[in-house]
Structures are given as structure tokens and as C-alpha cells.
């Protein structure tokens, strides 16, 4: 990344009503920018954040001759609520901290987006909203709720709403992270140590899969033993967080569904009907989060969809394959192609 520009910036949401009805006051979203607007502000594609990541761990998918070509568009990463870029709990000033942190939903995200889109290059529609996991997730929500400003979305290894499997995966990740003595409360009043490693064996377990474990996959990574792999690449991911952050993150990826909000009512069915943006869906065929299953269900209700699930025993990763070359190739080709550049 080191040879394409990158320009950073902060929008200065305000004082804004969440869904909730709670005020979070002084949000803000933190965001980076790759390539340029063309004089049509025709080119724009919005790449938003996964759980737990910054722009500057998604910018590798980020390359010339690519699918997201900063040479042909402007890309725009913004950083979503709760990673400790963006407004998040490490962030926020008394009395919003501990329990009393205004949670916010991907609804709120992507409404502040589209502002923060408007406001400062007068972007009215994208190109394409590209994102993996609750990345994807807020693409969906961005066909869902501005559906003729959006005309493809590429989701990968995400899903249109949270899976009863995930909010309890959620809930024993968030558990094991808060079973940690510095927990009092209902805030950290310390550095959970035994948390963070009890976390980092959950998401582990459920992050990857049986055959990547089966055939010691994590050797490709350097790792000298599991113990090793486990260790550097999850306790060692995780701890680098804030560990309130991280359930901040937690609440918005368990409330996630793209009609639960006053357009749709909850009716999921009408709220996929009413997407117009052309939609790939890539989910793995070994991801336990985000299944092929749940990928069948939507297309059904979806009026332009296209399935392409990305063949992995690298499970849920293979959506974030920055060292997985087979896989990135596979993702890259079918984006490029939804782009109509294939």
C-alpha cells in the first residue's frame, strides 16, 4: 500500500439520535480515501469495517489492476462505530462509558455513512458497497435502506441479518471475555488478561474450521504449533483492543438485521424484495458464522442475485484473505465481474 495514496479524515457527525433514542453526542466516524472522484461522482465504492478492524488492516484488498482499482474508483473505508477509530466506549467521555455507552446499530452506521458521503464529496450513489462479515453486513443494510443509491453489493462471508447461531457464539465470546476479574460492574477496570485468551480460544474454535485444524493449516502462517498459532494470531489479535470496544462491536453485530427498523417493520422477506443493487453473495463452504444455507434463503427473496461460494477449509477467514492467494484470486475475479469488467 505503501505506492497508492491514502488520505485520512474525520467526519464530525454531532449530536445525533440513535435508534435506540438514546443522543450519542459528538459522533464522529473516522475514515480513509484511496484513488480520486470522477467529475460524474459515478465511481465511488464504500468498503466498511469487519468486526474488530480498522481501514488499515482491510487496505491490502486495495491494489491497481484489482477489483477495487484505485485508479479506476474512489474507495472510501469508513471506520465503523465501536473499533476505536470511529466514536466507540475507549473513545467516549463520561457518562457515556461502562453500561451507560449509547450502543449503536448497523442502521445507525450506514445512516451515518450516507450523510458523511453526501456532505463531504456529494456522493448521491455507489458503485458498489463492498464488505466481509459485518462489513458485509452493513452492505446489506445499505441496499436495504438506500435502494437507488446503490446499485451492486458485494457480500462476503456476511449475511442480512445475525443467525440465532451467532448471537450464541456472540454470547460465549462476550462471556468468556467478561468472566475476567478487571469485569466490575459492568466496565473493565483493568487489562482482562484472562479474558482476552479465553476470547481469542472461542473465536479460534468457531473462526476457522475442523478440516483447517485437521490438516494443520496453521503451519502456512508460520505458527510452530497450535499452541503457537493460538497464542500470536487470536490472543495476540485480540489483546491489541480495547476490550470494551470489542463488545461494543458484539452488541452491533448481534442487533444486526436489515428490517429491524420502521422502513421494514421486521419483515425480512419485503426488506430483501426491496433491494434494487445487483447483489454476489460469496459465502465459504466451510464458514460456521455466516452459512451457504443462510445465503440460499436470501437470494430466493432477492430480485437480482447471484450465488458464489468461495471453496475454503480456511472457513470464515477465506472472506479476509490477505494471506490466502487461492482465495483472494476467487473474490477478486467474481467483483471484477459484478463490476462488468470481466
Same mark, same amino acid.
Given at each position: 500500500?505503501?505506492?497508492?495514496?491514502?488520505?485520512?479524515?474525520?467526519?464530525?457527525?454531532?449530536?445525533?439520535?440513535?435508534?435506540?433514542g438514546?443522543?450519542?453526542?459528538?459522533?464522529?466516524?473516522?475514515?480513509?480515501?484511496?484513488g480520486k472522484?470522477?467529475?460524474?461522482?459515478?465511481?465511488?465504492?464504500?468498503?466498511?469495517?469487519?468486526?474488530?478492524?480498522?481501514?488499515?488492516?482491510?487496505?491490502?484488498?486495495?491494489?491497481?489492476?484489482?477489483?477495487?482499482?484505485?485508479?479506476?474508483?474512489?474507495?472510501?473505508?469508513p471506520?465503523?462505530?465501536?473499533?476505536?477509530?470511529?466514536?466507540?466506549?475507549?473513545?467516549?467521555?463520561?457518562?457515556?462509558?461502562?453500561?451507560?455507552?449509547?450502543?449503536?446499530?448497523?442502521?445507525?452506521?450506514?445512516?451515518?455513512?450516507?450523510?458523511?458521503?453526501?456532505?463531504?464529496?456529494?456522493?448521491?450513489?455507489?458503485?458498489?458497497?463492498y464488505?466481509?462479515s459485518?462489513? $458485509?453486513?452493513?452492505?446489506?443494510?445499505?441496499?436495504?435502506? /438506500? !435502494? &437507488? #443509491?446503490?446499485? =451492486?453489493?458485494?457480500?462476503?462471508?456476511? %449475511?442480512a441479518?445475525?443467525?440465532?447461531?451467532?448471537?450464541?457464539?456472540?454470547?460465549?465470546?462476550?462471556?468468556?471475555?467478561?468472566?475476567? $476479574?478487571?469485569?466490575?460492574?459492568?466496565?473493565?477496570?483493568? /487489562? !482482562? &488478561? #484472562?479474558?482476552? =485468551?479465553?476470547?481469542?480460544?472461542?473465536? %479460534?474454535?468457531?473462526?476457522?474450521?475442523?478440516?483447517?485444524?485437521?490438516?494443520e493449516?496453521?503451519?502456512?502462517?508460520?505458527?510452530?504449533?497450535?499452541?503457537?498459532?493460538?497464542?500470536?494470531?487470536?490472543?495476540?489479535?485480540?489483546?491489541?483492543?480495547?476490550?470494551?470496544?470489542?463488545?461494543?462491536?458484539?452488541?452491533?453485530?448481534?442487533?444486526?438485521?436489515?428490517?429491524?427498523n420502521?422502513?421494514?417493520?421486521?419483515?425480512?422477506e419485503?426488506?430483501?424484495?426491496?433491494?434494487?443493487?445487483?447483489v454476489?453473495?460469496?459465502?465459504?463452504?466451510?464458514?460456521?458464522?455466516?452459512?451457504?444455507?443462510?445465503?440460499?434463503?436470501?437470494?430466493?427473496?432477492?430480485?437480482?442475485?447471484?450465488?458464489?461460494?468461495?471453496?475454503?477449509?480456511?472457513?470464515?477467514?477465506?472472506?479476509?484473505p490477505?494471506?490466502?492467494?487461492a482465495?483472494?484470486?476467487?473474490?477478486?475475479?467474481?467483483?471484477t465481474?459484478?463490476?462488468?469488467?470481466?
Amino acid at each position: 500500500m505503501s505506492e497508492i495514496e491514502r488520505t485520512e479524515g474525520s467526519y464530525e457527525a454531532g449530536d445525533m439520535v440513535l435508534q435506540s433514542g438514546l443522543t450519542y453526542r459528538g459522533l464522529r466516524i473516522g475514515y480513509a480515501t484511496y484513488g480520486k472522484l470522477n467529475a460524474r461522482r459515478d465511481n465511488a465504492i464504500l468498503f466498511p469495517t469487519s468486526y474488530g478492524a480498522t481501514h488499515l488492516e482491510q487496505e491490502f484488498m486495495i491494489r491497481r489492476g484489482g477489483a477495487l482499482d484505485p485508479e479506476r474508483y474512489f474507495i472510501v473505508i469508513p471506520n465503523l462505530f465501536g473499533n476505536g477509530i470511529s466514536s466507540s466506549p475507549s473513545t467516549s467521555a463520561w457518562p457515556h462509558t461502562g453500561p451507560r455507552y449509547p450502543h449503536t446499530t448497523l442502521y445507525d452506521a450506514v445512516h451515518v455513512q450516507q450523510r458523511m458521503l453526501a456532505e463531504l464529496w456529494d456522493i448521491q450513489e455507489l458503485a458498489l458497497v463492498y464488505g466481509f462479515s459485518m462489513g $458485509a453486513m452493513q452492505a446489506y443494510h445499505w441496499a436495504a435502506l /438506500f !435502494p &437507488q #443509491r446503490v446499485k =451492486r453489493i458485494a457480500v462476503v462471508c456476511g %449475511a442480512a441479518r445475525c443467525s440465532a447461531y451467532n448471537r450464541l457464539f456472540i454470547d460465549a465470546a462476550s462471556l468468556a471475555l467478561t468472566a475476567d $476479574a478487571a469485569w466490575q460492574d459492568g466496565e473493565f477496570r483493568g /487489562f !482482562p &488478561q #484472562r479474558g482476552f =485468551r479465553a476470547m481469542g480460544r472461542v473465536y %479460534a474454535a468457531a473462526g476457522l474450521s475442523q478440516d483447517f485444524y485437521r490438516e494443520e493449516a496453521w503451519r502456512l502462517l508460520g505458527a510452530s504449533s497450535l499452541e503457537d498459532y493460538l497464542i500470536r494470531f487470536w490472543e495476540g489479535h485480540f489483546s491489541r483492543r480495547d476490550p470494551a470496544d470489542l463488545l461494543a462491536q458484539f452488541w452491533s453485530w448481534q442487533h444486526g438485521d436489515i428490517s429491524a427498523n420502521d422502513r421494514y417493520h421486521g419483515d425480512f422477506e419485503a426488506a430483501l424484495r426491496a433491494i434494487e443493487a445487483e447483489v454476489l453473495l460469496m459465502p465459504c463452504d466451510h464458514d460456521m458464522y455466516f452459512r451457504v444455507a443462510d445465503s440460499e434463503i436470501e437470494l430466493a427473496h432477492l430480485r437480482n442475485g447471484r450465488l458464489r461460494p468461495i471453496s475454503s477449509i480456511w472457513g470464515h477467514r477465506a472472506g479476509n484473505p490477505n494471506v490466502l492467494p487461492a482465495e483472494r484470486a476467487w473474490i477478486e475475479a467474481e467483483v471484477t465481474a459484478l463490476l462488468g469488467r470481466g
